[in-house]
């Protein structure tokens, strides 16, 4: 893995760390989802406060929708594939048959646990400096067009300037094999008769699908 070492610029110490990361849950039952957990906190943290130190007179909405589209599920499956991540992942079987190695929602979250588990390996400092190293690029982006809007964030911002409730996301469903489950959300405005139901391969693209469909609703009504 000498490789990727090279590309991530850190080489572990603990070499188990670095197998459970890139181990799916169809491997074997010591697989990479509490690390995918820790490495997402640690991934929205370091890109918060890197956002906050280079953009001093950025709004706080601005800061967040920006770290939305700088975390979010295309631009890590983008940077695992540039780290060549698919190449290492450990799947089950059934996985590799259907193309799990390349599917966008397991080489996101393998990127999230990789970053897990040098945060557990290195600690913070060196942490910081793999995900900045990584990311070096992607601010460019940020600075010549400004981040845009999610769809939950123009929802919640949109209920605020109306003073209503903000917006309640449920998971009603789960479906799918354990290993490839689809969220099914809800999204409701406590004072409002709309119902939106979204789907995705994870619960953030659950609920950001249920939020363009509750705002496609609320354009509707406004337009009779």
Sequence with gaps: MQKLFKKLGYHFKDTSLLTQALTHRSHKPEHNERLEFLGDSVLNFVIANELFVRYPGMTEGKLSRARANLVNGEVLATLSTTLGIDQYIR????????GGMKRKSTLSDCLEALIGAIYL???????????????RDKFQIVESEGPQKDPKTTLQ???????????QYHVINLSGKTHDQIFHVQCLVDGLEINAFGQGTSRRKAE?????IFLTMI???NET
């Design 157 to 167: 911002e949109y209920m605020q300037a109306q003073k209503m409730p903000l917006p």
């Design 208 to 212: 950001q699908s249920a939020a363009q």
């Design 219 to 221: 354009e509707k009504i």
């Design 121 to 135: 390996d290195g600690g913070i400092t060196v942490c910081q400096q793999v995900i900045l190293s990584l990311y």
């Design 91 to 98: 799947l089950g079987q059934g996985e590799i048959k259907s």
